[in-house]
């Protein structure tokens, strides 16, 4: 079974900092992974996806994330944090061939001014 | 194009008791998933359905059913209701398969007393 790991369940960033959140997975196939944000009380919402390709992956709000097989990490970056990143992130994998999601425990980013 | 929506967004219920989630998935999305989100499970995976069929179901008790009708839309059933599934619900639409993005609604809040 694929699992994720997100390292770090708290994050604090002071505003203009660069943002690093952590995830490992681990897979016996090529995954297709995925970071969505869940602001509170909202549902979750996509940030970007890696499927095939370039490994690195450009997403909405400036985040970006490296796929890097040998270490099998898919870490998350933003260079500079805003007060509006304060939010719930998750990082996933889809199974091949099933359309499941299997999900990190989340990092959540708080922003200080 | 209108987003993933479940109705109702916040349910209270009592021990033993039924309820009925509903999700409209984005027009012209055929796969829907659900998964429930708790502060000590994380997210899990509960079913997908696709074309009214079930197609994948996570490690969750029968009193967890689901159903689709042909015009994509699902609802999902917990019967029997235990303080334990108190928790957000949340449902995803894809395009038809595997390993395609998922898109999330707002999520149904449950409470069970």
């Known amino acids: 079974a694929q699992s994720v790991t997100q390292l770090g369940s708290h994050v604090s960033v002071s505003e203009g900092a660069l943002v690093l959140l952590r995830c490992n997975y681990s897979?016996?196939?090529?995954?297709?992974l995925f970071w969505y944000v869940q602001y509170p009380n909202q549902g979750l919402q996509l940030l970007l996806k890696?499927?095939?390709?370039?490994?690195l992956v450009k997403g909405i709000n400036g985040f970006e994330a490296e796929f890097k097989k040998s270490e099998t990490s898919f870490h998350l970056t933003k260079p500079s944090a805003h007060m509006s990143d304060a939010a719930e992130y998750f990082c996933?994998?889809?199974?091949?061939?099933?359309?499941?999601?299997?999900f990190g425990g989340g990092t959540r980013v708080l922003v200080k001014p | 194009k209108a987003g993933v929506t479940q109705t109702p967004r916040y349910l209270i219920k009592t021990r033993g008791q039924q309820v009925t989630l509903s999700c409209s998935p984005i027009?012209?999305?055929?796969?829907v998933s659900w998964y429930q989100q708790t502060p000590g499970q994380g997210l899990q995976f509960l079913f997908e359905?696709?074309?009214?069929?079930?197609?994948n179901k996570g490690n969750f008790p029968g009193r967890f059913s689901g159903r689709q009708f042909s015009n994509s839309r699902s609802e999902m059933n917990v019967s029997t209701l235990e303080l334990g599934d108190s928790a957000l619900y949340l449902c995803?639409?894809?395009?038809?398969?595997?390993?395609?993005?998922?898109?999330f609604g707002p999520g149904t809040r449950l409470l069970v007393l």
């Open positions: 027009s012209g999305h055929r796969s």
């Open positions: 995803a639409s894809s395009l038809s398969g595997s390993q395609e993005t998922q898109y």
């Open positions: 359905y696709f074309s009214e069929t079930q197609r």
């Open positions: 996933a994998v889809c199974e091949a061939a099933v359309n499941k999601l299997t």
């Open positions: 897979s016996s196939v090529p995954p297709y």
């Open positions: 890696y499927t095939t390709g370039a490994t």
